[in-house]
């Protein structure tokens, strides 16, 4: 085979891979902007504000030095959910009857049902997991979303290259055709 037909066809083959890069890429920054748009849309129908230093002095502890960092703002974005999951709600609910399980919890209160202090203290927990999952499925979505974006913009990247290395092929093609 002439080197020019291997020129051309590998120069083609990689004119296709451009095309499927593109579409590739395309599809993940859709989703990049989809997940995100959906994160923040329903963090952001929650109306869930980070508490501020002045209204909260628990929030002074060490442990809840990340949670200072969003200090009065609004959650809206899967980083933020989780900050809020783990630092304030994983940090409050430990402080909730010696950092005991709700499943802990909940074994001790159905072997004695006429505490009430335990029986609050279950519902309260399980209140403050649920919340914490849901939050730590926002990051998750969010974190997704931001996987998307770069696998877009590397997509993007590679089909630019491919595009300009495939086009040096087709010049190199016909410059070799021409000898």
Known sequence: MERRTIDYLVSTAGLLIVAVLCVAGGLLLWGHNYINGQVTSQLS???????????????????????????????????????????????????????????????QALKDPSNATLQSEVA??????????????????????????????????????LLVLSLLGLVHARRASQA
């Open 45 to 107: 129908a929650q109306k869930i504000i980070f508490p501020t230093v002045q209204n909260d002095p628990v929030i002074a502890a060490p442990q809840y030095a990340a949670v200072r960092a969003d200090s009065g703002q609004q959650v809206l974005t899967g980083k933020q959910a989780e900050v809020y999951a783990n630092d304030l709600i994983g940090n409050d609910l430990r402080l909730i009857a010696g950092g005991k399980t709700y499943s802990q919890l909940s074994d």
């Open 124 to 161: 309260l927990v399980f209140k403050g997991d649920t919340l914490r999952g849901l939050l730590l499925n926002a990051y998750a979505f969010g974190t997704m979303g931001q996987i998307a974006g770069w696998a877009a913009l590397a997509a993007f990247i590679g089909a630019g290259l």
